[in-house]
């Protein structure tokens, strides 16, 4: 599903990289589900002794298991490598516990779903999931996951590497449109970190969101990435920036070696070998035919992405295969971001409280108009039994964002225990606006 703002917009001047575009896998990594082009299928999930079945019913494609039936509305995932599908009810958007598997070309779990005991048909499908996939609007406010309507979103467009066209696209001049390649290296990796920078955690700014962030702006004054110790040999499904960092081959480049030295995202093949040839020669003369990356990008499956392979950017001189995971200790991806705040987020996301809570405390000292910090330590506070105290701090988190799903059910929770009941049912109701299949106990 092509964006129809690069339809209307940029294929009359740039055709042959629009035709591209639309067949690359990010190109179609979102659309409406058409039954005719879906794979049916049967498999049983062991852990919950559930048996899926997927089939077309009715002109669309529908999800069934235990006498119950899903309509399957929308699609995740270009399927080079997967898609992962999701359903829409009264405007709210959810995903479904089932994927396809191109490689295997079966059905399965989708990642996360692989262990749990009963079919999970509640996971919200936020915007900020949707945003490395799709493009569109925001939920509607006071909502967590719902849209105005499913055809408003489209697959990824130009904008997202390119900028506002609209100046452009009135008086095309290459000052008044962003070239990723012409940029300084920071703003450059920036917009291919978007979506293939995940680190072991990500933290977003304070009083920032990432929905705001465009293409030459520099991605550390919107988010905070963490990884545990030195950056990883291996393969995760967003870990393709923080693996090339770690390369030699990076390191050494001086910044010239980034994605777009072997990817398009255009849609057309770099030559991988010749690419190497630039500054290696192969010490293995019967070799000297075959790509580079098969020896020194191998591909194993991945951590993070279920039945799945992925490439290892780290370009390894011999091939290691998977590395065991990294310290406790907390390293800042990008230099400046390990603030206290941001530091205590991400030890409080890796459950390492007695790490988190110094930070969070310190950081909390000024009172800054930060709900995130605020909801954080009132879990912590309400772990710990200090009821009150997280009551009080999950209120001042509220009155900042009143739209925190965790957070208005947790304070939903504690009230009902200490009787006040008039206040807590009406969190209750306002949780239940927020997520509908969400549980407000």
């Known amino acids: 599903m092509l964006a129809a703002s690069l339809l209307l917009v940029c294929l009359p001047c740039h055709q042959q990289i629009t035709e591209r575009w639309a067949a690359s896998p990010m190109g179609n990594s979102y659309g409406l589900v058409d039954s005719a082009g879906e794979?049916?299928?049967r498999f049983t999930?062991?852990?919950?002794?559930?048996?899926?079945?997927?089939a077309p019913r009715g002109g669309s494609l529908e999800l069934s298991w235990r006498g119950n039936r899903q309509r399957l509305d929308f699609f995740i995932g270009s399927r080079r490598v997967g898609r992962s599908f999701g359903f829409e009810e009264d405007g709210y958007l959810y995903q479904a516990p089932v994927g396809f598997y191109a490689a295997r070309r079966a059905w399965d779990m989708a990642p996360g779903y692989e262990k749990d005991k009963t079919p999970d048909f509640s996971r919200p499908i936020t915007p900020e999931c949707l945003s490395c996939h799709a493009s569109g609007p925001g939920a509607q406010r006071g909502t967590l996951n719902r849209v105005a309507s499913l055809g408003a979103i489209e697959s990824i467009g130009c904008d997202r590497c390119h900028g506002d066209g609209s100046a452009h696209a009135a008086r095309p001049r290459r000052d008044n449109i962003v070239n990723p390649a012409q940029l300084h290296p920071r703003a450059r990796d920036s917009i291919c970190e978007q979506c293939h920078l995940a680190g072991d955690v990500r933290i977003t700014q304070p009083g920032r969101s990432l929905n705001n962030y465009r293409p030459g702006a520099d991605l550390s004054d919107f988010v905070a990435v963490f990884i545990a110790g030195a950056p990883r040999r291996g393969a995760r499904v967003n870990s393709h920036a923080e693996a090339l960092a770690a390369s030699r081959c990076r390191q050494e480049s001086g910044g010239k070696l980034w994605c777009g030295t072997c990817h398009s995202p255009h849609g057309r093949a770099a030559s991988y070998r010749e690419t190497c040839l630039r500054c290696h020669s192969c010490a293995d003369p019967k070799r000297n035919s075959e790509p580079c990356v098969t020896c020194h990008m191998p591909k194993f499956e991945s951590s993070s992405g279920g039945h799945t392979t992925w490439t290892d950017h780290s370009i390894p001189r011999r091939p290691l295969g998977a590395q065991p995971a990294g310290s406790r200790d907390l390293k800042a991806y990008y230099e400046g971001t390990d603030t206290q705040r941001n530091l205590g987020l991400a030890y409080a996301e890796l459950h390492q409280v007695?790490?988190?809570?110094?930070?969070?405390?310190?950081?909390?000292?000024?009172?800054?108009?930060?709900?995130?910090?605020?909801t954080r330590i009132a879990t912590i506070l309400e772990a710990d039994g200090r009821t009150a105290q997280a009551i009080d701090m999950y209120r001042q988190s509220l009155e900042l964002n009143p739209d925190q799903y965790t957070a208005v059910v947790r304070l939903a929770k504690l009230l009902a225990g200490q009787g006040s009941n008039s206040e807590a049912t009406a969190l209750e109701r306002r949780a239940k606006i927020l997520l509908p299949r969400g549980s407000a106990r």
């Not at 999930?45 to 997927?54: C, K, V, W």
């Open 39 to 41: 794979t049916a299928g």
């Open 45 to 54: 999930h062991r852990a919950s002794n559930t048996e899926f079945q997927i």
């Open 354 to 374: 007695e790490r988190a809570w110094p930070l969070l405390r310190a950081a909390a000292k000024s009172r800054p108009r930060d709900p995130d910090l605020y």
